[in-house]
């Protein structure tokens, strides 16, 4: 379909300068969760300049986590943002890499679509970038697209490209360019630095984009006179050149922004009649997040803790619990391979955590440092939540130390073990490519009367998004519930175990799947939740007790 005919959703383009990581997932976030406060129907996409085809066998030291949407799309972490700002749930449409793009133009050669014709990146890589925007923004009054990466980049090139012929197409009433660049203090010279940002902006103004808004990351006040000199260097008005100060808690950014106007100027330029803004659920969540009653230091038993990307989800649904809780959360992340040096004191390693999570994860590495912190879970009464791989241990380390089976033992990590409690799912037997083919997305699980994961979730059909090629062997099932592990969430068949818990721990519940995929700031993932009310409460009795 031609973007003639496209001209009822309205275009944000968010793009970047001068270095990566400067937030632009997070802009567009806010944007969208401000445009969403006055009604609007939004969507959120991100176009990645990488030639891989998706994040799912890249890795997590170099990409950060990978997010899983409900249709099982492998997606950049940015997505996940997204999600927790707005109230989209996203799909494989709305991440988008080159790889992706160049991967369905030669399909379509191969196809004899083209006819014969010289395949060029103009028009037919261009072209196939709106088609996917288009489909992205199907049912949207605004969509809001990240371009990866920063602007002068080789990779960006198509992309930007795009951007210029949607606005020479669509109208500049019809599309809007944000530009997020940074503004760097020098501690020699005391001062803030504006030539970064006219650079950057004289790049994309070469490619032939005029930014709108200049959003500009600083570690202080960016004082007036700066954002006069950027104006008038960049063609932007002075009152469209916003400040994005580091702030403490990521979800004080919608209301930052609100503050700035960001919302009005976006809804002013695209010439759009909106409801006054409801921002009273950010404004009750900050006030929340400003006023803790106690802090609560969670372990995170990680393999990949050297990039803190590599949890990201985890950690964002600890801070909704906390906000759920009104507790601040201290996150501290322990590498699993100090766990298992047989030097290493476990009980005092993780005598200070109130609460344990073991999260998900590939090979064999750490494994047994992440099994004897289950053991300490286990023992010490300390609440604990185990995800996907988390899950898979706990049931190992219950079948070694309760069963009494040493030789318990996953079959991804020793094929040839003579107690294989986790093996290879069925579906997963035959298949030799790693790329999207592990078990993904959202499933249904029936939780069981009388558990904890049914108390914690308030209804009995559920459904959670998954990452993963091996399972509960269900050979083991009938041993471990007579000796108290309660498989208490199961795929609607029976074939498939969700959910165990211990019934005589305070908080000993793990997942096959992940929960930080669908947990929000405005609505508290429930296993999250509890956990850390567990926690609260362990706290409470011990100080009684003191």
């Avoid at 020098?186 to 650079?199: D, F, R, S």
């Avoid at 503050?259 to 929340?288: C, F, K, Y």
């Avoid at 959360?329 to 200070?352: M, T």
């Avoid at 590939?362 to 995800?387: C, S, Y």
């Amino acid at each position: 379909m031609s973007s003639s005919k496209r001209h009822h959703t309205k275009f944000i383009f968010v793009t970047g300068g001068v270095v990566s990581s400067l937030g632009k997932g997070l802009i567009s976030a806010c944007a969208g969760a401000l445009l969403e406060t006055r009604g609007l129907r939004v969507r959120l996409s991100k176009a990645d300049p990488y030639i891989n085809v998706d994040p799912g066998t890249m890795s997590p030291f170099q990409h950060g986590e990978v997010f899983v949407t409900d249709d099982g799309a492998e997606t950049d972490l940015d997505i996940g943002h997204y999600e927790r700002f707005t109230q989209a749930s996203l799909t494989r449409h709305h991440s988008f890499s080159t790889g992706q793009i160049y991967d369905a133009v030669l399909t379509k050669e191969r196809r004899g679509d083209y006819l014969g014709r010289t395949v060029q990146v103009v028009p037919h890589i261009t072209s196939q970038i709106k088609e996917n925007i288009f489909r992205a923004s199907e049912g949207a009054d605004i969509s809001i697209i990240e371009i990866g990466g920063t602007v002068g980049d080789i990779e960006s090139l198509p992309f930007l490209e795009t951007i210029r012929q949607l606005r020479y197409e669509l109208g500049a009433q019809n599309v809007l360019c944000i530009h997020l660049t940074l503004v760097p203090y020098i501690a020699a010279a005391k001062e803030l630095k504006t030539k970064p940002t006219q650079h950057s902006v004289k790049e994309l103004r070469s490619i032939g984009i005029q930014p709108d808004i200049l959003v500009c990351r600083a570690d202080r006040h960016v004082p007036d006179e700066l954002k006069e000199k950027m104006a008038l260097f960049c063609n932007v008005p002075k009152e469209q050149v916003v400040e994005a100060q580091d702030v403490d808690n990521i979800y004080k950014l919608p209301l930052v922004m609100h503050d700035q106007g960001l919302d009005q100027m976006i809804v002013d330029h695209l010439n759009m009649w909106t409801r006054s803004p409801d921002l009273s659920p950010w404004e009750q969540t900050v006030a929340r997040l400003s006023s803790p009653q106690g802090k609560v230091r969670v372990g995170i038993i990680g393999k990949y803790i050297d990039v803190a990307d590599s949890y990201k989800s985890i950690e964002e649904s600890l801070v909704h619990a906390g906000i759920a809780n009104q507790h601040a959360i201290d996150p501290v992340y322990i590498d699993s391979e100090d766990l298992q040096n047989s030097e290493c004191d476990i009980a005092s390693k993780l005598a200070g955590c109130d609460a344990i999570i073991v999260p998900g994860g590939f090979g064999n590495r750490g494994i047994e440092g992440k099994l004897r912190a289950i053991e300490f879970a286990r023992t010490q009464q300390v609440p604990f939540l185990g995800i996907c791989l988390g899950m898979q241990l706990a049931v190992i380390e219950f079948a070694r130390n309760v069963l009494e089976y040493p030789q318990a033992h996953s079959i991804e990590f020793h094929d040839q073990c003579t107690e294989p409690v986790i093996h290879l799912m069925d579906t997963q037997k035959n298949v030799a490519s790693k790329g999207g083919t592990m078990r993904l997305g959202a499933y249904p699980c029936t939780l069981q009367a009388g558990s904890k994961a049914l108390t914690a979730y308030q209804q009995q059909e559920i459904s959670e998004r998954h990452r993963h090629r091996y399972e509960f062997n269900l050979r083991y099932k009938e041993v471990c519930e007579q000796n108290g592990l309660l498989i208490s969430g199961t795929s609607p068949d029976g074939s498939l175990v969700e959910v165990i818990e211990l019934d005589s721990h305070p908080w000993f519940v793990a997942c096959q799947f992940h929960p930080e995929l669908k947990s929000k700031p405005l609505a508290c993932h429930p296993l999250f939740r509890e956990l850390i009310a567990a926690a609260i409460q362990k706290m409470t009795h011990e100080d009684k007790d003191t």
